[in-house]
């Protein structure tokens, strides 16, 4: 067929597609000769070259036309239809080209559309000789895929696609991403830097696209590979994707302009950029690629807001794991509006958000949106920063389904429900309130309780919690009790939440809503949702009786029950409360106190099985007039928050036990009671009445600790002999830290009026100040008795707060007379012999005496005398009073020293101290330089033969 043969063949075609109306214009390109190859999908076919002739052999080079079949297209038999286009059986959803002007303050956010419109079909093309323009034929199909466009050739065996589009339109234009893949079917690699694409509008616009930072590195296909690169191009708002020529241009420098055009893709109007519903989109994370799904969206509505919950699924298909992946995700309606979406799993440092190569992981989504707002339509928008400029990176555009409306179902109280802290599972539990009215107002309190049931440490969000009730209004309750709060794997930590309202809402049906804290820090937006919904049950109403009588009346008789005390006691692994009950016999004949047990109730949580009843005596008759203490002792965690405290009786009969009494009390435990120094305070155990003074305080310096050293006087009131009260207790920092004690008292009965010593000690790190130090001190209990001499108390009670006002030493400039109490030493004369060799002998005359006012515990407390030359040389010597140390008059203590330092010494001097050392301390009692003694060396010193 000559050329002009092929002149006439196509402009007959092109006279068919005026008159007839039906020509549809996909796209045009051109062979690499630059020779017109045909026409498509436009009102009318119209040749492109200037002066060129069509090749009909160049078909399959070119773009593809649109599959004219079920549209009543007319075409001529030597055209083959085209397989550009893959007509979807969905017809709803969006076409490229719509916006709409809905602004975020976040500028990734900034979003009005994702071009998810369709184009207008506008395309009319021109050439130097022959315009020409027919109606565009409308048609009904929705387009989801690229796969069926036909690829670029860029060898005779290697071609390139394009297979993926996305499209942000921001206030300053589109953002264009698109993904171009290059497939290398030679032998040999293909370098990228040969090819170029182009981005121009039919028109003629031309825009300049660019790689994406992570793609910038690619620079050839390796032979037998593929290789994805996405490149953005930025383009005008009203400019649609459908108006867009994506050219592939290779250099070629024997061109005037230095290129040569291998072909274009132009996408068509009826394609839309939104994935069907229950199809997966598959992306790019980083490098990573993952298919991704929505399964699900639930609309949960609370008060004027629903809270949108977006279920999506990630599939890692690529071979590495995803790690920490930044992609930020966007709710945005069928009317523009966008809601920026939380995940409710937080990738952290301490549990990282990864998927490994081939696992699938379920995330949900999280959006605080208006009632008003309706999301018929709606979508979901996922999108990147990229690159040090931090441009958005479009990278897909999902239809939601149809959403389900559920209501987040309200906790029953005392049942636990289970929240999501950082991946791990954090147990939540209402387990009471109770409700103390005053005047005008309720103050009703929630006792709350949390429990780490995960694998790992988690730092417990400050949830924001209200108060709803029954009417519907929304109270917000302010508390700082999960400020700072960290609970390691199975450590639990019980609030309370007090808020105060009218008398009908506290009567009314109430429910606890807890809310997700806002993140102030975050850059993204951050708001606040439902974590869980809890039922108040019917708050118990509670009056104070702490120092008031209570009647107990019983088939025995008449009771009067006072509570005396309560006490919160600092202890090894928890605090110890405990409450003492005095009871009375008020009844005019002698009565057997009931068999009886006790319970604490902690705000609304009730402790039976390790509360302990204590008796001050084992008797249990009573005359008329005389009383008896009780105590009920429980251990409490250390961070607990106590409201309310109620104490309950429980007498015994046979296997069954009834309420003897119950009383209660609201507000904080009383601190303990404080003494000043030198003051005393009583133990008024029946049996075991004594009073208790601090005698002295002292502190033993050491490396990285300091030894804090009581000394107390314990005088027995009782007008017989008894065992004294074994006393337990803690020091106290004017910061709120408690150490332990050790104690040491007598073990053995205590005579009326007698007075003895109890020595307490602690080992104190140096950070800690010692000098506003108190001592917690009490009588120590075991079990469920007091505790007797030489057992191992497990709690203590009575307890008084001491100031010790630790003393400020100074030592003695003489040796002459020192204390180590109760010894007092007296030093007659003290020398050390030079002997001219490396032997000196130290004599000490001494007199040593012992104050026996009190009984004393066993002593302890060793003295160290510590001899100093003038050359740096240390010699030290401990000694044990009544050991080492004789008592009596005139008492010589001698020993030698044996050194090369004492060599040819003729003369000198030496320093001596004495220290006072206890538990491996020592403090400096007195100290001297004295002369050595010269009276024992030889006039004339041996010398060699």
């Known amino acids: 067929m000559d050329r002009k043969h092929n002149q006439k063949v196509i402009l007959w075609i092109a006279s068919v597609a005026i008159v007839i109306g039906q020509g549809t214009l996909v796209s045009a390109s051109t062979n690499e000769q630059g020779k017109a190859k045909y026409i498509s999908s436009s009102s009318s076919a119209t040749l492109l070259g200037t002066n060129q002739t069509t090749e009909i052999e160049s078909y399959e080079s070119s773009t593809s036309i649109v599959d004219s079949s079920k549209e009543n297209t007319r075409s001529i038999d030597t055209l083959y239809p085209s397989t550009l286009l893959f007509t979807g059986s969905d017809s709803h959803p969006q076409s490229l080209g719509s916006s709409s002007t809905n602004n975020l303050a976040n500028p990734l956010l900034k979003t009005a559309s994702t071009g998810s419109s369709a184009s207008k079909s506008t395309s009319a093309n021109t050439s130097t000789k022959a315009k020409s323009s027919s109606t565009t034929t409308k048609t009904n199909k929705t387009l989801h895929t690229l796969s069926n466009l036909k690829s670029v050739k860029l060898t005779s065996k290697s071609v390139v696609k394009l297979t993926d589009l996305n499209v942000l339109t921001q206030e300053d234009g589109k953002t264009i991403s698109y993904t171009l893949t290059y497939q290398n079917n030679d032998s040999k690699n293909l370098m990228l830097i040969d090819y170029w694409t182009k981005v121009k509008t039919k028109g003629g616009t031309l825009y300049s696209p660019s790689l994406i930072t992570r793609d910038k590195d690619k620079k050839s296909v390796a032979a037998g590979s593929t290789l994805d690169v996405t490149y953005l191009v930025k383009v005008g708002k009203s400019v649609n994707v459908s108006d867009l020529l994506f050219q592939i241009v290779k250099w070629d420098f024997s061109k005037p302009n230095y290129e040569s055009s291998l072909g274009h893709f132009n996408v068509p109007a009826s394609y839309t950029l939104s994935t069907p519903v229950n199809k997966s989109k598959s992306i790019r994370l980083g490098d990573t690629p993952v298919k991704v799904k929505v399964t699900k969206l639930e609309v949960h509505p609370v008060n004027e807001y629903n809270y949108a919950e977006v279920t999506v699924n990630l599939h890692n298909i690529g071979y590495k794991m995803l790690e920490n992946p930044t992609a930020k995700w966007v709710l945005r309606t069928a009317g523009g509006s966008n809601y920026p979406l939380i995940a409710e799993t937080v990738s952290t440092e301490a549990a990282p ?343 002295k305080t002292v502190v033993y310096p050491g490396t990285s600790t300091d030894l804090v050293y009581t000394e107390l006087e314990v005088t027995n009131l009782e007008n017989r002999q008894t065992e004294l009260s074994q006393l337990s207790g803690y020091y106290q920092s004017s910061s709120g830290l408690y150490f332990k004690t050790n104690v040491k008292q007598i073990e053995y009965p205590a005579g009326p009026e007698d007075k003895s010593i109890v020595t307490m000690w602690a080992k104190i790190p140096k950070r800690v100040t010692v000098s506003d130090m108190r001592l917690i001190v009490g009588e120590g209990v075991t079990e469920d008795k007091l505790t007797s001499i030489k057992e191992e108390p497990t709690g203590y009670v009575n307890a008084a707060s001491l100031e010790i006002a630790p003393e400020q030493l100074t030592a003695l400039t003489k040796i002459d007379q020192v204390e180590l109490y109760p010894y007092q030493i007296k030093t007659n004369n003290f020398d050390v012999y030079l002997s001219g060799s490396s032997n000196v002998a130290v004599e000490w005359y001494y007199t040593l005496t012992q104050d026996d006012t009190y009984d004393m515990p066993e002593n302890e407390h060793k003295l160290v005398v510590e001899i100093a030359d003038s050359t740096g040389r240390m010699f030290t010597k401990e000694l044990i009073p009544t050991t080492d140390l004789k008592l009596g008059t005139n008492q010589l203590l001698s020993w030698t020293i044996d050194d090369r330092v004492f060599e040819d010494r003729r003369v000198g001097t030496y320093h001596i101290s004495i220290y006072d050392m206890f538990q491996g301390e020592k403090y400096k009692i007195a100290g001297e330089s004295i002369y050595y003694n010269t009276n024992r060396i030889p006039l004339e010193l041996p010398r060699d033969k």
């Open 353 to 695: 958000f990864n998927i490994q190569p081939q696992e699938n992981k379920t995330i949900k989504l999280l959006a605080t949106i208006p009632k008003a707002v309706k999301l018929t339509g709606a979508e979901l928008v996922l999108v990147e920063e990229e690159g040090e400029a931090k441009t958005v990176l479009p990278l897909a555009t999902l239809e939601l389904p149809k959403a389900s409306t559920t209501k987040i179902v309200a906790t029953a109280p005392f049942k636990a429900r289970e929240v999501d802290v950082d991946g791990q599972k954090l147990q939540t539990t209402l387990e009471g309130a109770t409700v103390n009215q005053s005047y005008d107002k309720n103050d009703l309190s929630i006792r709350f309780h949390l429990k780490n049931t995960g694998k790992q440490t988690i730092t417990v969000p400050k949830y924001e919690f209200v108060l709803l009730s029954g009417t519907g209004r929304s109270y917000p309750i302010t508390t700082k009790a999960l400020e700072n709060v960290t609970l390691k794997p199975d450590e639990e930590k019980t609030i309370k939440l007090d808020i105060s309202v009218s008398y009908a809402v506290a009567q009314g049906a109430l429910k606890l809503q807890m809310n997700v804290p806002k993140d102030p820090e975050k850059k993204e937006p951050s708001f606040s949702y439902p974590a869980g919904v809890y039922i108040l049950p019917t708050p118990s109403s509670l009056q104070n009786t702490l120092g008031l009588e209570t009647t107990v009346k019983s088939d025995n008789g008449t009771y009067g029950v006072t509570w005396s005390s309560i006490q919160r006691l600092p202890w090894t692994d928890g605090d110890l409360l405990s409450a003492k009950l005095t009871v009375k016999n008020t009844s005019v004949k002698t009565l057997r106190l009931p068999e009886l047990q006790g319970a604490f109730t902690v705000d609304s949580a009730k402790d039976m099985t390790s509360t302990k009843l204590i008796k001050s005596q084992a008797a249990s008759l009573l005359g008329p007039g005389q009383s008896i203490d009780v105590y009920l002792m429980t251990k409490v965690p250390t961070s607990l928050d106590i409201a309310q405290l109620q104490i309950s009786l429980e007498e015994k009969v046979g296997e069954e036990s009834f309420e003897w009494l119950k009383l209660t009390n609201i507000g904080t435990v009383p601190d303990v009671p404080k003494i000043e120094k030198n003051k005393e305070f009583t133990l008024t155990t029946l049996g075991k009445k004594a009073e208790v003074k601090t005698r």
